[in-house]
């Protein structure tokens, strides 16, 4: 699985648009790049996924360039809910499902 | 639908005992992962099963094993407790073989604390 590097941590405040990056230059051409959001003592909850340009939910937008070497997740106008840590990761479409977590970015929301 | 659930949410052990824990997947999803986090180690991989066998497993001692039972239902068993066992152990399931990327959905976790 790719090994993703992102920011450990990133303060915003409420309303912003929040941008975080995560790195994975090894990524394999069968992995789609996921996004989770972790609230403490919560398991993480699956935000968004894509595999290149751009995806978007009802809850975020995800770039990805078309290297894939990189991916960006948009967070319109957050709120102190938005309050979490966010990870990164690069997963199979076939035949794997262990994850693999990095320490993820822990995203601070002020009023 | 309704989401993952773990049983129990809270434990307490002492050193030595043993602990099962209880995961119920999403209804369907055929495949059950199991994690440790830890605020040293973060989230890691303990072992998934699928169709009731052991598909995937991590790094971890045998002291730690799981099972899965023909409703896809999972445990996990923790045998000869240490005090670095304690953490948040969760479960996630998925459908365990859709196209294209399998996405997997967490419950809310044990919190296991041994003394």
């Known amino acids: 699985l790719a090994k993703t590097t992102q920011p450990i941590s990133m303060d915003s405040y409420e309303g912003q648009e929040v941008n975080i990056t995560c790195s994975h230059n090894n990524i394999a051409t069968n992995d789609y790049i996921t996004w989770y959001q972790q609230f403490p003592s919560q398991g993480p909850r699956f935000i968004i996924q894509?595999?290149?340009t751009k995806v978007t939910n009802e809850v975020a937008s995800l770039f990805i360039p078309a290297d894939r070497k990189s991916s960006t997740l948009s967070l319109p106008r957050v709120s102190l809910s938005d309050t979490a840590v966010y990870y990164c990761l690069g997963e199979r479409d076939t035949g794997r499902r262990a994850l693999t977590f990095g320490s993820g970015t822990r995203l601070q929301v002020q009023p | 639908k309704a989401g993952v659930t773990q049983t129990p949410r809270y434990l307490i052990k002492t050193r030595g005992q043993q602990v099962t824990l209880s995961c119920s997947p999403i209804?369907?999803?055929?495949?059950v992962s199991w994690y440790q986090q830890t605020p040293g180690q973060g989230l890691q991989f303990l072992f998934e099963?699928?169709?009731?066998?052991?598909?995937n497993k991590g790094n971890f001692p045998g002291r730690f094993s799981g099972r899965q039972f023909s409703n896809s239902r999972s445990e996990m068993n923790v045998s000869t407790l240490e005090l670095g066992d304690s953490a948040l152990y969760l479960c996630a399931s998925s459908d365990g073989g859709r196209a294209p990327a399998d996405t997997q959905y967490f419950g809310p976790g044990t919190r296991l604390t041994v003394l």
């Open positions: 209804s369907g999803h055929r495949s």
């Open positions: 099963y699928f169709s009731e066998t052991q598909r």
């Open positions: 894509g595999y290149k």
